[in-house]
């Protein structure tokens, strides 16, 4: 299995300087995909007991923030098959476990589906259904904005499940699936988000994680924990990523016979993107820390890492524009890139607004 330093070294080789191309075009080449997928390196916390690399939160989140400095939307791909493992592990039962996991630290790639058209920051109104009818589950129901949906050869589906909720593992081949792709997104436009229905699919009982019937807001929480602190640690790496494009051109573009780094309005930039990328990196680590210690803070810690994380990516990505001006202002440029990829940020696993009313309600049961 690969080591974090080499691991970096491979997927800086595979996306080279193509990020650009595979925006503009709206699609990542699938063989990067599947060939990130077949070492392991889309979900780097499976175990190895599951045939996975075993990586710590920290290891992962480190590698997360690289590939994010290098293109988001492969990042995106990562952060649903990590979140998509996560939960299989935590809420599959063994031997679902041992199926799984093993697939998708190799050959397979996972999409999760929470979203529908009524129920987006809201995820108690999910309208979904999962039943039994006979020896089989029947699946009815209309997912929307699943990211990497079109690499995905299984869903990992949130449904209502008698009183209470449910997931549900579901082939991609299976009757009853049917794709509609969501083009030219704002942002992370590579990354294979599609709108997903399921009508009466038809499904071995085997396919609800665990036993199912816990309740809905539980089941989203464990997912979206993982997948808070890899879209952090996301922002990291686009924070990264921003920082290195304005220190280059500030050294090298001159304007009133100095450079741009010397005019001191252009220094505060510096100064807050530097800032920025240390803040969120070192909210990151703690999180990190939490999840790989089993720390109960690790819910909080996650949400705390997002919140920070995307806002200042926001922020940052705007102030890179500005000190390279023209010169960023060009589709194509990294961080003309990485302002449309950072506002997205603030939208998805918990849009900043629901990062504040989880924070705020934390600062007023703390004691
Ligand atoms: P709404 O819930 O309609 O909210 C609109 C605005 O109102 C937001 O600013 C929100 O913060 C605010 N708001 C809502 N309620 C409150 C409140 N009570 N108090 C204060 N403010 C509030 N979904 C998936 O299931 N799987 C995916 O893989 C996935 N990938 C995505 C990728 C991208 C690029 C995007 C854009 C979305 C993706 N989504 C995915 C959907 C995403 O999770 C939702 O967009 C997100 O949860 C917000 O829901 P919404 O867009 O319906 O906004």
């Not at 699946?139 to 995905?152: I, P, Q, R, S």
């Not at 999840?291 to 949400?303: F, I, K, L, N, Y």
Request: hydrophobic residues 45%; glycine residues 10%; charged residues 20%.
């Amino acid at each position: 299995m690969p080591e974090p330093v080499v691991a970096a070294a491979t997927v800086a080789d595979l996306v080279g300087d193509r990020a650009a191309d595979w925006d503009r075009a709206g699609r990542l080449p699938e063989e990067v995909v599947r060939k990130l997928g077949a070492a392991g390196l889309l979900a780097a916390q499976i175990p190895t007991a599951h045939g996975g690399p075993g990586w710590s939160s920290l290891d992962n989140g480190v590698f997360t923030a690289r590939v994010g400095s290098l293109c988001s939307s492969l990042r995106s791909v990562m952060t649903s098959q990590g979140m998509a493992a996560w939960t299989v592990e935590r809420l599959g039962s063994r031997a679902q476990a041992t199926s799984l996991l093993p697939r998708l630290a190799s050959t397979e790639t996972a999409a999760v589906a929470f979203s529908e058209p009524q129920a987006g920051s809201d995820l108690s109104a999910i309208a979904t259904t999962v039943t039994i009818e006979g020896d089989a589950l029947l699946l009815d129901g209309h997912k929307v904005w699943v990211t990497a949906a079109e690499h995905a050869d299984l869903f990992l589906v949130f449904a209502r499940y008698g009183e209470g909720g449910a997931v549900v593992v579901v082939p991609r081949s299976a009757p009853g699936v049917r794709l509609r792709r969501r083009s030219d997104p704002l942002g992370c436009r590579a990354a294979g988000h599609a709108d997903v229905w399921f009508d009466g699919v038809r499904l071995p009982t085997d396919s609800l994680l665990g036993d199912g019937g816990q309740s809905l807001s539980l089941l989203v929480t464990t997912a979206l924990t993982y997948g808070r602190i890899s879209v952090a640690w996301g922002c990291v790496g686009i924070l990264q990523a921003c920082l290195a494009a304005a220190v280059d051109h500030a050294g090298r573009r001159h304007q009133f016979g100095n450079p741009l780094a010397q005019h001191q309005l252009v220094a505060r930039h510096l100064a807050d993107l530097w800032s920025a990328e240390q803040v969120a990196t070192r909210v990151c680590e703690h999180a990190s820390r939490c999840w790989d210690e089993g720390s109960p803070e690790v819910v909080t810690a996650t949400v705390l890492a997002k919140y920070v994380s995307a806002g200042h990516a926001v922020r940052a990505a705007a102030d890179a524009v500005q000190v390279l001006a023209s010169a960023g202002a060009q589709d194509g440029h990294p961080v003309a890139r990485a302002y449309r990829d950072a506002k997205v940020m603030e939208i998805i696993e918990g849009s900043t607004e629901m990062c504040q009313l989880m924070l705020a309600d934390r600062a007023l049961h703390r004691r």
